[in-house]
């Protein structure tokens, strides 16, 4: 730096040396002669000629002002860009060289600073990294000297792109950090800069790996260009994409549609049908559809891209091959792999020239090329470039990023068909440990739905560990592995939950929170006409949205990711089963197979006894006779008349398929904690026979947990202060509300069967709700039963008729011990198939939507105190979980289908049953299909008995309580079918 304000200081003496230069008329019409060629041939884009001619214009101006003049200076700093565009880097880096040491001033606008920054990025071009590092420590220390912000900032995005070209995009996070910090200070956060900044912070930070960071600055740069530039701007639409792409690698698709789609239609709208951001925008949500199952429609936007890109002049040949690629892997998985194959290889010629050899998108395209390949048959190429891949990543990114745990999955994959199983084993377990690594890392920043779409994605690492993992000795590991995946989310959810109390930094927000949930639940169920349809949309989507970024909020201040996310071990579980039971969890997964490069869906089952120090593997083989055999055994249950021999022996066949090759491994007659996945999460395994004229139930206690996990819960959820006392919830009055009016849907709606406490709740439609006289009776007797046990009278509190509101139970269940409530429930099983989707009106595409209703617990809930006057009468999921339960010992949801809920592979059931657990209660007993209202009075009666008068466990109370009723029913020689007693099922949050 010295040396260059020596050279400016000497600046006059050259000027002054400069006097005695020629001043020849002819010279100088020459020379303007000279410029006016050179500005046209750069123009016309003959850059050659262009410096050729210039190169002898600066040779005229030495002549006839002096070689040390500003005017040659000037001629110097034209040319710069001149031969950069001609491709002489080294030119172009000496011309700015000279003409800085000349006069620094001598253009005007140009700063000290300003040329440095040119001087850094012409040295960069001719390969001088390292000095072209230095040139711009020396720019921006100029620039902070000059004390003026805008020659500070210019130089820092200088900076930005240029450490990035040279070193990587990690060590241009920190002058990106002091450029965003800059111009806040100076135009405010919301401009252009401050948006501009915050989205290439988010970029490089999801190129890196770090999902939570990109996604906060990417979401705050595009409420910047929305305040700033309004809806709809091109810039917003750049980022939209990249927020898309950071919400599909947290497997959130649905949320990523929307962002996708209102980009393409921005950049048509603003730049036409044949513009190459159009088609960047349409490879991208083509890319999406593709991962949605959508194909033909991803193939059509595809091909279109591509249409653009090749009929573009100029075009950007990394842009072309992007639609290469994205037309090559559709085209591998529709079984054109011969087709696909031509267009790989032509992307991966055009971007290993573009771009060099060891570009992230040459990696990205030789991974679709081995899949291509190996879907040809020949693993040994694939194997070859998923190595090569592999080795790019790694060197870009390091192990510690989702890209290189893909290369492994991929390459884990190919080597397993290879037969290189030692080889695959170890692949595997490095790209598992790194997924599960990132999921901690991501997890404290999403909202439980996207934590559930988390979960999915990473679900196909777990699938092929335990492909591997499968040899005598790997039972441990392998079991392991499912407990670090399975029940992730809800860990995440009952840890956070865990660690509020009054005066934790989350508080405000968990009670704004609860009372988002309260409005949407209101909202959700609101009855709607066709033409009130698009306003409730968009009602039901602003409360979604809000109450989604309050999660994430909550998770990033609650501070328990650590202790929730830690994964529970075998020897853990083991330790903490209850004395007198044992383990079951069964899981599914893709089985993968060393001869072919199919996958068959698979139930497997890990045991854990006081018997073994380590886990027992069960294989139970496809999951599609298994299926089939709980869809038979269930309609046949439900089914009016079916003949009980026929219903024993149905039960028998999924015995045999599910239950008799673990029972063999289990001490006998010790009580079973099972822990469910896939269909089975809706079969009650006591209610399917022994094989010697009885039932399971008569033999072993059976108690389902969500996962093996919630033996080992945090000691903030197992020691919270137990309740005192009974709330009980039955005779409700459904067509009278609080004010005693009568509902207009009793007189004009459809009609629940009687006697059956369920029905169809849907905010497209009426529904009337008919009394539950058996209800009232029942919580009366509870209550006879409860006095009669020892409690108090005052110990009681009983809400019937229109007295049970949403918040006279708020009030009700706070301190209680027991919670009872008998009434109709409800899970929408058709809407609930659309929950992560968008619901749509006849005749609208369901792609043109936002995401309504992503939380399945809004599918699910209770009828209270006026359900057929106000939708206000209808407790969902969503705001179940918001009661305050700690301390409860026990709910009862005395109700049809209240065990019920969307099945999610490792996540249990997600319903009624998940809401109240996470609210706090440690047992829900819940209904798992229609109840009777005669035999439910019975067995409640005889369960709580041993509750309170016998002070057995919940889960021992259950299945006694079922064995006397079965006793009593076979006295009397009456009907012992399973759908009579037992739909009940007891679900342990914490033991």
Not at 43 to 62: M, W
Not at 413 to 431: D, H, K, N, P, Y
Not at 582 to 610: G, H, K, M, N, P
């Amino acid at each position: 730096m010295r040396r260059l304000l020596a050279a400016l200081v000497l600046v006059a003496a050259a000027r002054a040396a400069a006097g005695g230069a020629s001043t020849d008329p002819q010279k100088v019409a020459e020379a303007q002669e000279l410029t006016r060629q050179v500005r046209q041939l750069a123009i016309a884009g003959r850059y050659a000629e262009a410096l050729a001619a210039g190169r002898q214009l600066v040779r005229l101006r030495e002549a006839i002002h002096g070689p040390s003049h500003r005017a040659v200076a000037r001629t110097l700093l034209e040319l710069v860009p001149v031969a950069a565009s001609a491709g002489e880097s080294r030119q172009a880096s000496e011309a700015l060289s000279r003409a800085v040491t000349i006069d620094a001033s001598a253009v005007a606008g140009s700063t000290v600073a300003k040329l440095l920054d040119g001087l850094a990025r012409q040295q960069l071009a001719a390969g001088q990294s390292a000095t072209a590092i230095a040139t711009l420590k020396l720019a921006t220390g100029e620039a902070r000297r000059s004390g003026k912000p805008a020659e500070l900032a210019e130089s820092l995005r200088s900076s930005s792109d240029v450490l990035q070209e040279a070193e990587g995009p990690a060590a241009a996070i920190p002058a990106l950090a002091e450029l965003l910090t800059l111009v806040e200070k100076s135009p405010g956060p919301g401009s252009l800069e401050a948006a501009a900044t915050r989205n290439e912070l988010g970029r490089i930070l999801f190129d890196l790996g770090d999902l939570a960071q990109a996604r906060l600055f990417l979401e705050r740069s595009l409420q910047d260009y929305d305040s700033t530039l309004g809806p709809g701007s091109l810039q917003a639409a750049a980022v939209q994409q990249n927020l898309a792409h950071l919400l599909v690698l947290q497997g959130d698709l649905q949320a990523a549609r929307p962002l996708l789609e209102q980009s393409r239609s921005i950049c048509e709208q603003r730049l036409g049908p044949a513009h190459p951001e159009l088609a960047k925008a349409l490879n991208n949500l083509a890319y999406l559809l593709h991962d949605l199952g959508e194909r033909p429609a991803a193939m059509v936007l595809f091909e279109r891209a591509l249409r653009i890109e090749r009929a573009v002049p100029g075009a950007d040949p990394a842009i072309v091959a992007a639609a290469l690629v994205n037309d090559g892997a559709l085209l591998t998985e529709t079984g054109e792999a011969k087709r696909a194959e031509a267009l790989l290889r032509e992307a991966l010629g055009i971007l290993e020239a573009a771009l060099g050899p060891g570009h992230t998108r040459v990696a990205a395209t030789l991974s679709s090329l081995a899949m291509c390949r190996r879907a040809q048959g020949d693993r040994t190429e694939a194997k070859a470039l998923l190595a090569r891949s592999l080795d790019i990543r790694l060197a870009l990114f390091g192990e510690l990023h989702p890209d290189v745990a893909r290369s492994r999955h991929r390459l884990a994959i190919v080597l397993l068909e290879l037969g290189e199983l030692e080889a695959a084993r170890r692949e595997s377990a490095r790209a598992f440990e790194v997924q599960a690594g990132l999921a901690d890392a991501v997890m404290p920043t999403l909202s439980d739905v996207e934590r559930l779409a988390y979960v999915e994605a990473l679900r196909e690492y777990l699938h092929h560990f335990l492909s591997v993992h499968c040899l005598p000795g790997d039972e441990t590991a392998a079991y392991e592995a499912v407990l670090r995946w399975k029940g992730l989310a809800w860990r995440m959810l009952v840890g956070l939950l865990a660690s509020i109390s009054a005066e934790a930094p989350g508080t405000r927000i968990a009670e704004e929170l609860d009372q988002c949930r309260r409005e949407l639940g209101l909202v959700f169920h609101r009855e709607v006409g066709p033409s009130e349809a698009q306003a409730w949309r968009q009602a039901v989507t602003a409360l979604t949205e809000k109450k989604e970024r309050l999660e994430r909020e909550l998770a990033r201040v609650g501070g328990s990711a650590p202790r929730a996310l830690e994964a529970p071990r075998f020897d853990a579980v083991r330790a903490r089963l209850p004395a007198g039971y044992c383990l079951v969890d069964y899981v599914v997964y893709q089985r993968a197979s060393r001869e072919s490069s199919s996958t068959v869906t698979s139930l497997a089952a890990f045991t854990a006894t006081s018997l073994s120090p380590h886990p027992v593997r069960v294989e139970l083989g496809p999951l599609s006779p298994i299926r089939e055999a709980v869809d038979l055994w269930k309609r046949t249950l439900g089914s009016k008349g079916a003949p009980e021999r026929l219903i024993d022996r149905l039960g028998s066949a999924l015995a045999r398929l599910v239950w008799q090759p673990i029972e063999a491994g289990l001490p006998q007659d010790e009580g079973v904690l099972v822990s469910p996945d896939g269909p089975l999460c809706q079969v009650p395994l006591e209610a399917l026979p022994s094989g010697v004229g009885e039932f399971l139930v008569e033999r072993r206690e059976f108690a389902v947990l969500t996962t093996a996990g919630d033996l080992t819960q945090p000691e903030a959820v197992s020691s919270r202060r137990p309740g005192k006392g009974l709330l009980l919830v039955g005779g409700l009055g459904y067509d009278v509300g609080p004010a005693g009016v009568p509902s207009a849907a009793a007189r004009a709606s459809t009609t629940a069967a009687g006697g059956a406490r369920g029905v169809e709740v849907d905010p497209w439609r009426s529904y009337h709700l008919d009394p539950l006289p058996g209800t009232r009776e029942e919580v009366e007797a509870l209550a006879a039963l409860f006095r009669k046990a020892g409690f108090e009278a005052q110990d009681i509190q009983s809400l019937s008729g229109d007295r049970a509101s949403k918040a006279a139970i708020a009030a009700g269940v706070r301190g209680k011990a027991y919670v009872h409530l008998a009434t109709h429930g409800y899970w929408d099983q058709g809407t609930a198939r659309c929950v992560t989707d968008a619901r749509t009106e006849a005749g609208e595409a369901s792609g043109s939507l936002w995401r309504i209703g992503r939380s399945p617990l809004l599918f699910a809930g209770l009828a209270l105190s006026g359900a057929n006057v106000s939708r206000d009468g209808v407790l969902s999921g969503e705001e179940a979980a918001t009661l305050p339960l700690g301390g409860v010992q026990l709910v009862t949801l005395s109700a049809c289908e209240s065990g019920l809920g969307q099945v999610r592979s490792g996540e249990g059931v997600l319903g009624l049953r998940r809401a109240l657990l996470a609210a706090g209660a440690r047992f829900v007993v819940s209904a798992l299909w229609p109840v009777p209202d005669l035999a439910t009075q019975q067995l409640m009666a005889r369960f709580y008995e041993h509750i309170w008068v016998g002070e057995a466990h919940p889960v021992a109370a259950l299945a006694a309580a079922k064995r006397e009723w079965l006793a009593d029913a076979r006295r009397r020689q009456e009907s012992v079918s399973p759908v009579k007693w037992a739909g009940f099922v007891v679900t342990v949050g914490s033991w």
